[in-house]
């Protein structure tokens, strides 16, 4: 079963407009943890934020914050004030505390447009 | 930038050779990862060591194998490349443990003909 679920394979944003890439996700495991990386087109993959299951607040980085809705089991990744540099393949994925491992999603690829 | 590196980054080779990515980290990390990245897949994990000649299967295992004699040394061996091998490798150091992201090397992209 898939559970990790990218359902935007692309998206075409305006820069400086904000942008939401969705990521929903399935565990049965109460702790756990999701992530959020971003592949430029050089292919090298880059941290951007983490956000704990019992994490009381969503997780902020700079211009990057994670919407996270545990009911709904979804982590979305909301990157304000887009800009021509965010161009990239954006990953979501999830390590379950009572795993080693870290399951990936199949990416959204943004693309900024000026 | 965590200290990763891959070698070697592009290799071409044919069906059935054996082939061996290495993986080098001056971080002194326990653990490291091999990932293998396919477009519609995202990444997923090969096989991954937490030590010196500590390593476990991950969910692609079948085909690869792996090798950790020093601290800062994971080598990636495709005994008999297939078609299906043809990829891109990432090597990643990092704890599983509650927020331990994964630092990654630059990617090894390997192409079996």
């Known amino acids: 079963a898939q559970k990790i679920t990218q359902t935007q394979p692309g998206m075409f944003v305006q820069e400086k407009e904000a942008v939401t890439l969705d990521c929903t996700y399935d565990?049965?495991?109460?702790?756990?943890?999701l992530f959020w990386y971003k592949q430029p087109s050089s292919g090298e993959m880059i941290f951007l934020i983490y956000q704990g299951s019992y994490d009381q607040q969503n997780a902020t980085e700079g211009r990057y914050s994670l919407n996270f809705q545990k009911a709904r089991k979804s982590a979305n990744l909301v990157i304000s004030a887009s800009q021509l540099g965010d161009s990239a393949m954006y990953f979501c994925?999830?390590?379950?505390?009572?795993?080693?491992?870290?399951?990936w999603g199949a990416g959204t690829k943004l693309i900024i447009k000026p | 930038d965590a200290g990763i590196t891959q070698s070697p980054r592009h290799k071409v080779t044919e069906t059935g050779t054996p082939v061996t990515l290495r993986c080098h980290q001056t971080?002194?990390?326990?653990?490291m990862y091999w990932y293998r990245q396919d477009p519609g897949h995202g990444l997923r994990l090969i096989h991954y060591?937490?030590?010196?000649?500590?390593?476990d299967k991950g969910e692609v295992s079948d085909g690869y194998s792996v090798s950790r004699s020093k601290t800062e040394d994971f080598l990636l061996t495709l005994e008999s490349a297939t078609s299906s091998q043809t990829s891109v490798y990432f090597c990643?150091?990092?704890?599983?443990?509650?927020?331990?992201?994964?630092?990654f090397g630059e990617g090894s992209r390997l192409t079996v003909l």
């Open positions: 565990t049965s495991d109460p702790s756990y943890g």
């Open positions: 994925a999830m390590r379950e505390d009572s795993n080693y491992q870290l399951i």
């Open positions: 990643a150091i990092g704890s599983p443990g509650r927020g331990g992201e994964l630092f």
């Open positions: 060591s937490y030590g010196v000649k500590d390593t």
């Open positions: 971080e002194n990390h326990r653990y």
